[in-house]
């Protein structure tokens, strides 16, 4: 094969359209996309789920299901991608392009030690024998900044950290040095520090091998962090695409405007009421909280010299205090324990040591009526919208079901009741009779705070409730808490690794780190001037746009407002 | 040695469990209507008689005393006497337990590569017209009544083509394949579509995985993925299925074992109960639990050794 000429593009998709056969008929979820890659390019595309970013990228590897039907062109190196056979399609993936996902402990077979999934390719592509495959695995794993490798090639994928799966998963992709690579929505599983990490090695391969990226991302930070080039996607057609750099600055269509908007860095936000409620008794006050895990319950133990933690400590010594109508921000990695002091306080778990006060009671002494109070006073709302909802129930039956059960109006009013909540979480009317499926996230969602209201809970625990969210129904969401909490008075405590969030919804915050709060205080002056190194640790992984001068202007105004 | 320790740990767990099958199998006897000493001395005994006998027995005395007896004796392996045939229940178990214990191993290996090649078919040609053709088939097999099958096989193999004796169990290695060969079809042709319904079910599932269209995108080939990363993921709900139904067999074959005059311990339990032999059918229910949880252990090392995620 000749070396194609520099200046010719790697990848030329030309009128790209993907339908995919139902029952009721073809869906369109490809119209018409066209763009192009140069070798070594880094390009970005930025969209909402269901905009057809993902469909694109499949359709340029082949791996559409069955159902897809593929129009257009796509050349790769000169060669038309659209009439490969599945022998053509084998040769060709993996060795000139491959792929990454979005959740890579999905993605990693769980039965498969690491490095004989990074061998595999090795072996069928470059005819490589076992224990080559295995160096050539070792060294893969540290290309991608593994340590010890020669221990984590014998690994299964679920002794690996989130991070560390999605950097074995990039290793199995360049194993043998293909000139594409395919990253659909890389980060978006895992924490902001991981995320910088992953971005950086992104950008590290591209330089050292000339290594040509897709970046898919609904996240336009994300993007703008390593890409030259951005398209812009929306129900599966193209709406703008440019440099990345102009395209921020001077976006065009409106859809880039929202999706630049909705940028949580960017929303304006209501004058912070700073420390003049931190008098008067707190609502639920946490004394020197810990929280540990035992390990399994062992007869004999013959593992004797071997290290094994018997006591995980999820919280440590955690101690804080949350006034009536303040929002509170818990930050920090997975694992740090912010989800676990939401269910301590929930009563969802008991502590192993302090205590947590509700109104000046201790919320792990409660009984009978006290209990089923302070039950209805508490309410959360979860990450994973779908996954909170009973798949069977009605919008409807899910919003009557606490009303009946705690007879919190009559069996007349309920229906009435059911409409008023919906109304609340802005939740078309039309809707209350479909069930989860039938709802797109942000709409579930918005079924389960109006559950959550349904009680008319005095504190709300919202566990990133907008992190499995499009930026776009991101923003409605947190305006929606907003206007909640302007509108009923409502305590927040907000749990989400993302500082962005927490700086546009809270009043003050926690950093976690570790089961510990490393740092607290009011937002602004947390956020801009960080005292602990952890917390500018958090706070530089942040992927930022470049922003226009006007909007820089703006955000920095408002987040450096005096408290 | 981690592993050990596990295994020992695992082994330990299991003797509350022993305990609690001893205590139900005591107390299985306890509840019954009617009295084992009129039992053993007959309608027309004295009161005399029927007073030493419960002496001899220990009958008389309360029975928390005649529980700790009952786990004296099952320490030492004594699982009482048969009345019927005047031998002590573990030798009678241990002389009955050969053909069943041939007979499920028959079936097993009749069924495992059977099942594994009708599901692999179907899930590859998923519904397409080998995938109907099983599917009907696998309707048939399990829903024919087990007695009716077994009395048409060896009608046909056995009477009217005298291919395959139909009753026994023959001596000899070759004679008990030969004897068992129709009981063990039998029992197979109702469990393999259970057993590839299960399969078939698990490789669909696992073929839309995304670790299968992360090994695709990688280039390999599409009988590699599915035999490297398909079929191993998808064996394991497989296998606990099949773990179950070893144990089921083990006890429950009794109506094959009554067509075809085998002489295992479904029969063993059957004309056991029709007899009264109440000792028998005690020790034989004690032996049936201790064998599903043996079954279940193996069924639970098997995994471990499948499925790195699994500890004991």
């Known amino acids: 094969m000749s070396a194609p000429d520099r200046a010719a593009p790697l990848l030329e998709v030309e009128g790209l359209t993907v339908d995919f056969e139902t029952r009721a008929g073809p869906v369109s979820a490809v119209r018409g996309v066209s763009f192009s890659l140069a070798p070594g390019e880094i390009l970005g595309i930025v969209g909402e789920s269901g905009s057809g970013k993902s469909v694109t990228c499949r359709a340029i590897l082949g791996l559409l299901p069955r159902t897809a039907r593929v129009g257009g062109s796509i050349r790769f190196d000169g060669r038309e991608l659209t009439h490969f056979s599945e022998a053509d399609w084998e040769h060709m993936r993996g060795r000139q392009g491959a792929m990454i996902f979005q959740n890579p402990a999905s993605h990693l077979d769980p039965l498969m030690r690491i490095g004989a999934q990074i061998g595999e390719s090795l072996r069928h592509h470059m005819d490589r024998s076992g224990p080559e495959a295995r160096r050539d695995a070792i060294h893969l794993l540290s290309s991608v900044g593994i340590a010890q490798p020669e221990l984590r090639v014998d690994s299964f994928p679920h002794e690996l950290s989130g991070g560390m799966k999605q950097r074995a998963l990039i290793a199995g992709a360049i194993a043998c040095r293909p000139r594409l690579l395919l990253a659909d929505e890389p980060t978006t599983a895992l924490d902001v520090t991981v995320q910088a990490r992953i971005l950086e090695l992104l950008r590290a391969l591209n330089r050292q091998h000339e290594l040509a990226i897709i970046l898919i991302s609904h996240d336009l930070g994300v993007i703008a962090e390593i890409c030259q080039r951005v398209l812009v996607m929306r129900d599966g057609a193209l709406v703008e695409q440019g440099r990345t750099r102009d395209l921020v600055a001077t976006p065009k269509h409106p859809y880039t405007q929202l999706l630049i908007a909705s940028q949580p860095g960017l929303r304006l936000r209501r004058p912070r009421r700073t420390g003049a409620h931190a008098a008067g008794q707190p609502l639920i006050e946490v004394q020197d909280l810990s929280v540990s895990f035992r390990a399994p319950f062992r007869w004999i133990d013959l593992t004797k010299g071997q290290v094994r933690a018997p006591r995980i400590r999820a919280l440590d010594g955690v101690t804080f205090a949350l006034h009536p109508g303040e929002t509170l921000g818990v930050v920090g990695e997975s694992g740090s324990g912010k989800s676990t002091v939401a269910r301590a306080i929930a009563r969802l778990l008991s502590p192993s040591a302090g205590r947590v006060l509700f109104d000046g009671a201790d919320v792990h002494q409660l009984t009978g009526q006290d209990l089923l109070r302070f039950r209805r006073s508490v309410q959360m709302v979860f990450q994973s919208p779908y996954d909170s909802l009973n798949p069977r129930l009605t919008v409807r039956q899910t919003l009557a079901e606490p009303l009946r059960r705690h007879r919190l109006a009559p069996p007349r009013k309920i229906d009435e009741r059911v409409a008023e909540l919906a109304s609340m979480v802005e939740l078309p009317q039309d809707l209350l009779d479909r069930t989860p499926r039938q709802l797109s996230g942000g709409q579930c969602q918005r079924v389960g705070i109006a559950r959550a209201l349904a009680m008319q809970p005095r504190l709300l625990i919202a566990d990133e409730v907008t992190s499995s969210l499009d930026v776009t129904t991101q923003a409605q969401i947190l305006s929606l808490l907003e206007r909640l909490r302007a509108e009923a008075g409502l305590t927040m405590l907000y749990i989400s690794h993302d500082l962005a969030v927490v700086r546009a919804l809270c009043d003050r915050v926690l950093v976690f780190q570790a089961g510990r709060i490393v740092e607290s205080g009011l937002v602004d002056e947390v956020l801009a001037r960080p005292q602990n190194s952890y917390t500018q640790t958090l706070l530089r992984a942040v992927p930022r746009l470049a922003l226009a001068p006007q909007a820089q202007f703006q955000a920095e105004g408002t987040a450096h407002a005096p408290g | ?312």
């Open chain 2, 1 to 312: 040695m981690q592993t050990l320790s596990l295994l020992v740990n695992r082994l330990l767990q299991l003797l509350p469990v022993l305990l609690g099958i001893a205590i139900v199998t005591f107390l299985l006897l306890k509840l019954t209507p009617g009295d084992p000493a009129r039992l053993l001395v007959g309608d027309r005994a004295s009161e005399e008689t029927l007073a030493a006998v419960r002496q001899e027995y220990g009958l008389n005395r309360p029975w928390p005393v005649q529980l700790g007896t009952y786990f004296g004796k099952l320490a030492q392996g004594d699982l009482g006497e048969s009345i019927r045939f005047r031998k002590p229940v573990s030798g009678l178990i241990l002389q009955f337990l050969p053909p069943t214990i041939f007979l499920v191993l028959y079936v097993v290996s009749l069924t495992v590569p059977t099942t594994l090649l009708l599901a692999i078919a179907a899930a590859r040609n998923h519904g397409g017209w080998a995938d109907q053709a099983i599917r009907v088939f696998g309707v048939c097999g399990f829903t024919l009544p087990v007695f009716w099958v077994a009395i048409m096989l060896s009608r046909l193999f056995g009477v009217e083509l005298g291919w395959f004796p139909v009753s026994g169990y023959g001596t000899g290695f070759l004679e008990h394949l030969h004897h068992l060969f129709l009981p063990a079809l039998t029992t197979s042709i109702w469990l393999v579509p259970v057993m590839v319904q299960s399969l078939r079910a698990a490789l669909l599932e696992k073929s839309e995985a995304d670790f299968v269209t992360a090994a695709r995108s990688k280039g390999l080939p599409e009988r590699g993925v599915f035999w490297r990363h398909i079929l191993p993921n998808a064996l394991l709900p497989t296998l606990h299925l099949l773990g179950v139904m070893v144990a089921y067999l083990i006890g429950g074959t009794i109506i094959v074992e009554a067509v075809y005059a085998v002489p295992g311990l479904g029969r063993l339990m059957v004309s056991s109960i029709l007899s009264r032999d109440y000792s028998v059918v005690q020790g034989l229910t004690l032996f049936f639990a201790l064998a599903t949880v043996l079954v279940t252990l193996l069924v639970d090392i098997a995994t471990t050794l499948i499925d790195p995620r699994v500890r004991l």
